[in-house]
Structures are given as structure tokens and as C-alpha cells.
């Protein structure tokens, strides 16, 4: 049996008893959107031994970036680019310890197609379903400009040496966030058989 109550910090809670659904309110779920691609970057950087923390995005570096990772999502509530920039320094320290020798502009792009997959599985617990394509990497002078019409959201993170930027640029619908208490999300590490 469904019940609806109202509630002063969520715009309503659905609840079932194997379930519970909340929908944010506008002005939450921007808080959301951050929440999820701040904790992605961090626990990204930290599964490979690099400490990272949340800047003050307005303090975007003005020495650009030696590599940037691009990939496209597209979902029913987004479409957009997300970019992962970093130094060499930055990079070179997160590389896996394997023995093999990695070019560090397919490592940029193996670091920004595990952040869009993180991303992409906090989105699934909303309710969102995000397709992310295949990683590309550029130059950081070669980013196209974003349109008048697009939202851009910055990220900055401090290591000890220098800054890491995640950017999200394109058309989100912030709204359509639905927090469900019972996702079906594979997390890291799960095998998935096809």
C-alpha cells in the first residue's frame, strides 16, 4: 500500500514497505548533481592512491591542463560532455603500478571512461539512465566552446601539487532526479554476465 506525506526539505516520500522514493526539489537536485560528480572524482582519484578535494570552482586554474578526457552522455534527462583535465605530474602518479608502459593520453582517457561510469551508476540510484560513449582525448586548446544555451558545470580539485578539473557541459533537466531506496546499480568490482 502507497502513502504520500509531505515533507519541508523534499518536495514528497513516497514509501512501500521494500521501498522508498524521494523526489527532490529543484534547488536540491543541483546540490545532487554536485554531491555525485564531487564523490565520483574523489573516489576515482583515490582508488589509485591520489588525494584530491574539492576547490572553489570560481578559482579555475589559469595554466591550462597537459590532457584532457572527453566522453558524450546521453540519457533521457541529459546530453551532454563531460572532461576530465589534469597535469602529466597528476597522471603519471595515478598510473597502476603494472609494469606496463601506458601513453598518458589513453590513460586520461581510461580515468575519464571510470569517472563517466561512476557518475553514470550514482545516476542509475536517481533513476537515470546515462549512456556514456567511447573516451576521447584532446588538447586542452582544442575544446570546442560551449553554446549560449548550454549549461556548464566546473569542478575544481587540489592534489598537493596541482589542480584536476572535471567539467559537465550540455542540456540537463535537474528536475527528473528521483532517489529510489532500491536501485538495481552494479557496484565497482561486480561481474556482470551478458
Same mark, same amino acid.
Given at each position: 500500500?502507497?502513502?504520500?506525506?509531505?515533507?519541508?526539505?523534499?518536495?514528497?516520500?513516497?514509501?512501500?514497505?521494500?521501498?522508498?522514493?524521494?523526489?527532490?526539489?529543484?534547488?536540491?537536485?543541483?546540490?545532487?548533481?554536485?554531491?555525485?560528480?564531487?564523490?565520483?572524482?574523489?573516489?576515482?582519484?583515490?582508488?589509485?592512491?591520489?588525494?584530491?578535494?574539492?576547490?572553489?570552482?570560481?578559482?579555475? &586554474?589559469? @595554466?591550462? %591542463?597537459?590532457?584532457?578526457?572527453? #566522453?558524450?552522455?546521453?540519457? !533521457?534527462?541529459?546530453?551532454? *560532455?563531460?572532461?576530465?583535465?589534469?597535469?602529466?605530474?597528476?597522471?603519471?602518479?595515478?598510473?597502476?603500478?603494472?609494469?606496463?608502459?601506458?601513453?598518458?593520453?589513453?590513460?586520461?582517457?581510461?580515468?575519464?571512461?571510470?569517472?563517466?561510469?561512476?557518475?553514470?551508476?550514482?545516476?542509475?540510484?536517481?533513476?537515470?539512465?546515462?549512456?556514456?560513449?567511447?573516451?576521447?582525448?584532446?588538447?586542452?586548446?582544442?575544446? &570546442?566552446? @560551449?553554446? %549560449?544555451?548550454?549549461?556548464?558545470? #566546473?569542478?575544481?580539485?587540489? !592534489?598537493?601539487?596541482?589542480? *584536476?578539473?572535471?567539467?559537465?557541459?550540455?542540456?540537463?533537466?535537474?528536475?527528473?532526479?528521483?532517489?529510489?531506496?532500491?536501485?538495481?546499480?552494479?557496484?565497482?568490482?561486480?561481474?556482470?554476465?551478458?
Amino acid at each position: 500500500m502507497w502513502m504520500e506525506a509531505s515533507s519541508t526539505d523534499m518536495s514528497r516520500r513516497r514509501f512501500n514497505d521494500s521501498r522508498v522514493s524521494i523526489v527532490p526539489t529543484s534547488s536540491h537536485s543541483r546540490a545532487f548533481m554536485d554531491l555525485i560528480i564531487q564523490r565520483s572524482t574523489i573516489e576515482l582519484f583515490e582508488s589509485y592512491g591520489v588525494a584530491v578535494a574539492p576547490a572553489d570552482s570560481s578559482d579555475v &586554474p589559469q @595554466k591550462p %591542463a597537459d590532457f584532457v578526457g572527453s #566522453v558524450q552522455l546521453s540519457g !533521457t534527462a541529459i546530453r551532454g *560532455v563531460l572532461n576530465l583535465a589534469a597535469s602529466r605530474d597528476t597522471l603519471t602518479r595515478t598510473l597502476p603500478r603494472t609494469g606496463q608502459t601506458l601513453v598518458l593520453q589513453d590513460w586520461v582517457r581510461e580515468l575519464t571512461n571510470q569517472l563517466a561510469g561512476r557518475i553514470r551508476n550514482r545516476f542509475a540510484r536517481y533513476q537515470l539512465s546515462i549512456q556514456v560513449s567511447l573516451p576521447t582525448s584532446n588538447h586542452p586548446a582544442s575544446q &570546442p566552446p @560551449k553554446s %549560449a544555451k548550454q549549461t556548464e558545470l #566546473v569542478y575544481v580539485f587540489r !592534489t598537493l601539487k596541482d589542480d *584536476v578539473i572535471v567539467k559537465l557541459s550540455g542540456d540537463f533537466d535537474e528536475g527528473s532526479l528521483v532517489f529510489s531506496s532500491n536501485p538495481a546499480v552494479a557496484e565497482e568490482g561486480d561481474v556482470i554476465l551478458f
